[in-house]
């Protein structure tokens, strides 16, 4: 699986953003798909995971109620809607494909793509 994250962005605290994933190659509908992020100078998160159906999704604490994470299997595209966006989401959002759900929470994802730019402003 190949994928290819987009849609990051400079913005202003309070702003709304939406990131894509786009993916190709092995069925894109077996994987649960997740969001992480890495800001300068702290370790990899999972910001959001949602299960191969989309009837099932995780989100850190830090994000709820605020991100959304979604997926169109049809197109292969994952996405993730983020709102009230606050400085300390400042990273590089990466969107990852895995097995199951613990591996998304442990950060075991299968395939990785590059990662996007999200920067907020104060």
């Known amino acids: 699986v190949q994928l290819q994250a987009s849609g990051g962005g400079l913005v202003q605290a309070g702003d709304s953003l939406r990131l894509s994933c786009a993916a190709s190659?092995?069925?894109?509908?077996?994987?649960?798909m997740g969001w992480f992020r890495q800001a300068p100078g702290k370790e990899r998160e999972l910001v959001a995971a949602i299960s191969w159906s989309g009837g099932s999704t995780y989100y850190a604490d830090s994000v709820r109620g605020r991100f959304t994470i979604s997926r169109d299997n049809a197109k292969k595209m994952v996405y993730l809607q983020m709102g009230s966006l606050k400085p300390e989401d400042t990273a590089i959002y990466y969107c990852?494909?895995?097995?199951?759900?613990?591996?998304?929470?442990?950060?075991?994802?299968?395939?990785w793509g590059k990662g996007t730019q999200v920067t907020v402003s104060s």
């Open positions: 190659g092995r069925t894109f509908s077996d994987y649960v």
């Open positions: 990852a494909a895995g097995n199951t759900m613990g591996a998304a929470i442990s950060g075991a994802m299968d395939y």
